[in-house]
């Protein structure tokens, strides 16, 4: 028995011995079995295709009904706004940079954007030159070549009938009366009525229902201001020409760039109908008067052309050598980088060159210019911008509770259906509004 009771006591202090020895430490793979199990318990769910959906548990999303997937977590070594991209969901995406810049290039040139439009210098009109409704209008289409003395509409007019009667009467007696005579052809010739017309009207004595009016100017037509069966008046215009041998290019120049050009400087000008040409012009005229809605002056530029390839309307690019800007300089980026949302502009810029990492910024739109706003803030020269699949990045910093454009200070944002709100909410729960929530009613959101 005592032998039984000593072999008990032995197995006691040596369990005692072991439990101070080893009981109060845990093995490194017991240690990552918690790890990882606690990773589980604090995993969220979200939408493949409505990222602002975020849930702690998985199942079915609640707008599509698709299955949720894992959430990512955050990158480790990143800045508090920047967020990181797969290059699977890159090249899924198809997301593409570009590098944007003030036009300040090597050879030390600036380039600005404009629009061809015609040599006003080298319009004209071609008016009515009586009261009359118009029968049939030869010219019809914008673009039509129209000649000096060629037919351009037939008129009936209640005044030429009088007048032809008129005319017939006093040629009549033109040997006696030759001045009346002379005072009602003077009227036919200020109406431009003339030649074999007239001469037929004396010839058979016949007064004729309408008349056929010929243009006095040459061109191509840009406008016609009547159709058929209009009336005209005395001096208001039928239709406009523009020869098309010399045209304008107007380009905009914002306030803080003007003093950097004057008359006489030599500019290449380019445009995407003709990649492979440059045309060449001298600056002829900076307007000098500010448009107080843009915050930019027309530059003006004649160019030459005897081929008539640059079409009135064309959006060109125009470059000037020997010009050092600064960063004040409006930005030019393609119009597909820019989030609008109710007064806020964003993109998203590329953070490091190498790796798909990225962060919005907001900036401050100038004028849209074809394909391209002016960025007066919020970027500098050399940037990396995303212009295509912005808003699959902008999904994905959404998921991710970065900014984005709905949610300018960051955190998991979620769409609500019923009053189509997004609520702001934290990381851990989706079930809970924070006190600091922000209401977001994007109904009412222009999104661009």
């Excluded at 093995?27 to 079995?33: A, D, M």
């Excluded at 009016?213 to 037509?221: C, E, K, P, R």
């Excluded at 979620?414 to 109904?443: A, C, F, W, Y």
């Amino acid at each position: 028995m005592k032998k039984y009771i000593i072999y008990t006591a032995v197995l006691a202090v040596g369990l005692l011995l072991g439990w101070f020895l080893f009981g109060g430490k845990t093995t490194t793979h017991e240690t990552e079995h918690k790890h990882d199990a606690a990773a589980e318990t604090n995993q969220m769910w979200t939408c493949s295709m409505h990222p602002q959906i975020i849930q702690p548990e998985s199942g079915p999303c609640p707008i599509c009904g698709m299955d949720l997937i894992p959430a990512e977590s955050s990158a480790k070594g990143l800045l508090a706004d920047q967020f990181k991209l797969t290059e699977n969901a890159m090249a899924l995406a198809n997301i593409q940079t570009s590098i944007v810049g003030n036009s300040n290039t090597e050879d030390n040139a600036i380039t600005l954007s404009g629009k061809i439009v015609e040599n006003e210098y080298n319009t004209a009109i071609q008016p009515a030159h009586f009261d009359g409704r118009i029968e049939e209008l030869y010219v019809k289409s914008l673009g039509e070549k129209v000649n000096k003395g060629q037919a351009i509409a037939k008129i009936y007019s209640a005044a030429l009938i009088a007048a032809q009667q008129e005319l017939i009467t006093t040629y009549n007696i033109r040997a006696s009366q030759p001045q009346l005579y002379k005072a009602v052809q003077n009227k036919f010739k200020n109406w431009k009525i003339h030649g074999s017309q007239l001469d037929n009207v004396l010839k058979t004595g016949q007064v004729k229902t309408s008349f056929t009016i010929y243009s006095h100017v040459s061109g191509v037509v840009t406008e016609i201001a009547v159709s058929d069966g209009a009336h005209i008046m005395n001096g208001k215009p039928i239709f406009k020409v523009s020869n098309l041998a010399t045209v304008w290019a107007n380009f905009d120049v914002y306030e803080n760039q003007i003093s950097q050009f004057k008359k006489g400087q030599n500019i290449d000008v380019v445009t995407n109908a003709y990649a492979d040409k440059v045309f060449k012009g001298t600056v002829d005229f900076i307007d000098p008067i500010l448009d107080t809605r843009t915050r930019t002056v027309k530059l003006r530029v004649v160019l030459n052309n005897k081929d008539q390839i640059l079409k009135p309307g064309l959006f060109i690019e125009g470059k000037i050598k020997g010009i050092t800007t600064s960063k004040s300089d409006a930005l030019p980026i393609p119009t597909t980088a820019v989030l609008w949302t109710g007064k806020r502009s964003v993109v998203y810029i590329k953070s490091n060159p190498n790796e798909p990492v990225f962060e919005m910024r907001e900036i401050t739109l100038g004028t849209q210019i074809g394909d391209k706003y002016q960025v007066l803030e919020g970027l500098n020269a050399g940037d990396e911008v995303v212009t295509y699949g912005t808003f699959t990045v902008d999904a994905a910093a959404q998921l991710q509770g970065k900014k984005s454009m709905m949610n300018k200070k960051g955190g998991k944002v979620m769409t609500g259906h019923e009053d189509h709100l997004g609520i702001e909410t934290t990381t851990n729960t989706t079930s809970q509004k924070s006190p600091n929530t922000e209401r977001i009613d994007v109904s009412k959101q222009t999104i661009n």
